[in-house]
C-alpha cells in the first residue's frame, strides 16, 4: 500500500506467511461430541438460548491473526519550489503503481511493482534532470523487530507475537503476547532493503539507506518469514528468511530495471489478459462494470500467489496487529 505525498512516500508492506502463533494440535476440542445431542435436544424443544449456550462448547480457539509487516518511509528532497502537475496512478492492467510531480522545473517519477517471477518489489525513482534524486528511506514496524545494514541492504529482523487475540474479543490480560524466543509460537522475519545507484552516493547504517545526488535509484524489497507449514514449528524447524532474502536479492539484482518490468507485465499479463475479449473486439462497454471487475481481479492475483497461504480476509495488505476480523473464519489461518 502506497500513501502520502510530494516530498513523503510511505510503502506499508505485507508478507502472506506472517501470522501469530504457531502449529496447534489436530483436535483443539476433544470433547465438543459431548454436546451435540444435548444442543440438539434444547433446539427441538424450543429452547434456543440453551442451546447458543450448548454449541458455544464445541467451538475450538479462535484461529491467529494476519500481522502487519512493517514500514518502509522516503523523505525526498525535491527542492525548495511549490510541487505541480501532481499524479498518483494505478495500472491496474499492469501492476504498476506511478506517482509524478514537478518541482521547480524538475519532473520527478516514482514507480513500482510486485514482481512474482522476481520474489521483489522494486520502486525506481527517476527525475529528467541528472542527480536530482536525493532521499532517506527507514524502516519500521509494529512487532517485535529491529534494523540493521546487512550485507548492503537496510534490514527489518522481527518476531511475530505468539498470541493475538481478534479485535472484539476483550479478554482479561493482554491481547497481544510475544513468547520467548526459543519456543515455536511466534515466527521470525525479515525485510531487506537494497539500493541500486545511478550516479550520486549512497550509505547504508543501522537506521536508514541515504541517497545523495543520483540520477536514478532502483529499491529492491524484499521479505521472507520462517514460516514452514501449519504443522511445523517456525523457530526450530521454521525456514531460514535470510538466507531466503539473499537468494530473491540476488536473483533479482542480475537483471536491470527494463529487464525485471518485463518478466512482471509478462506474468501479470497472462492472468489478466485473459477474459473479457468481447469487450475488446468492441462489444457493449459496460465500464463501471468492468473496471470494478479488473480491479477484484487485481487485488486477488496479487495476493494469492504465495504457496501453503490462502488469500485471507484483509488480502494480504493490512496494517494492524489486531486486524478487524481477522479470525472470524479460522479456515483463513496457516495455524489450522
Not at 438460548?49 to 464445541?58: G, I
Not at 537483471?255 to 499479463?269: G, K, V
Request: proline share 5%; net charge neutral.
Amino acid at each position: 500500500m502506497i500513501f502520502r505525498g510530494v516530498n513523503e512516500e510511505l510503502l506499508q508492506l505485507n508478507e502472506a506467511t506472517l501470522w501469530s502463533g504457531g502449529p496447534v494440535g489436530e483436535n483443539v476440542n476433544p470433547n465438543a461430541y459431548e454436546f451435540l445431542a444435548p444442543a440438539r435436544a434444547a433446539l427441538a424443544r424450543g429452547d434456543y438460548a440453551r442451546a447458543s449456550d450448548l454449541v458455544k462448547n464445541m467451538q475450538g480457539h479462535f484461529s491467529q491473526s494476519y500481522l502487519p509487516l512493517g514500514d518502509l518511509a522516503l523523505q525526498q528532497s525535491t527542492g525548495t519550489g511549490n510541487s505541480t502537475d501532481y499524479r498518483r496512478e494505478l495500472d491496474l492492467r499492469s501492476g504498476v503503481a506511478t506517482t509524478r510531480f514537478t518541482v521547480d522545473g524538475v519532473r520527478y517519477r516514482r514507480e513500482l511493482f510486485a514482481s512474482a517471477p522476481g520474489e521483489v518489489i522494486v520502486m525506481r525513482l527517476s527525475a529528467n534532470v541528472p542527480r536530482k534524486i536525493s532521499f532517506t528511506a527507514v524502516t519500521s514496524s509494529p512487532l517485535r523487530a529491529h534494523a540493521s545494514a546487512i550485507e548492503g541492504t537496510l534490514t527489518l529482523l522481527g518476531r511475530a507475537p505468539s498470541q493475538v487475540d481478534p479485535s472484539y474479543f476483550n479478554a482479561n490480560g493482554e491481547p497481544v503476547v510475544n513468547d520467548p524466543d526459543d519456543t515455536c509460537r511466534g515466527m521470525r522475519f525479515e525485510l531487506s532493503v537494497k539500493p541500486l545507484l545511478k550516479g550520486g552516493t549512497v550509505r547504508i547504517s543501522d537506521t536508514q539507506i541515504a541517497v545523495s545526488n543520483a540520477t536514478e535509484v532502483i529499491l529492491m524489497i524484499s521479505a521472507a518469514t520462517s514460516f514452514n507449514g501449519f504443522d511445523r514449528c517456525p523457530y526450530g524447524a521454521g525456514k531460514d528468511e535470510h538466507q531466503l532474502n539473499l537468494a530473491h536479492l540476488a536473483k533479482a539484482s542480475q537483471q536491470n530495471y527494463a529487464q525485471l518490468l518485463e518478466a512482471h507485465l509478462t506474468d501479470f499479463h497472462h492472468y489478466f489478459d485473459r477474459v473479457l475479449e468481447a469487450y475488446t473486439e468492441g462489444a457493449a462497454d459496460s465500464n463501471l462494470e468492468a473496471l470494478y471487475f479488473q480491479y477484484g481481479r487485481y487485488l486477488l492475483i496479487s495476493s494469492s500467489r504465495t504457496p501453503g497461504a490462502p488469500a485471507n480476509l484483509q488480502g494480504l495488505w493490512n496494517k494492524d496487529v489486531r486486524p478487524a476480523g481477522a479470525a472470524t473464519t479460522p479456515p483463513t489461518s496457516i495455524w489450522r
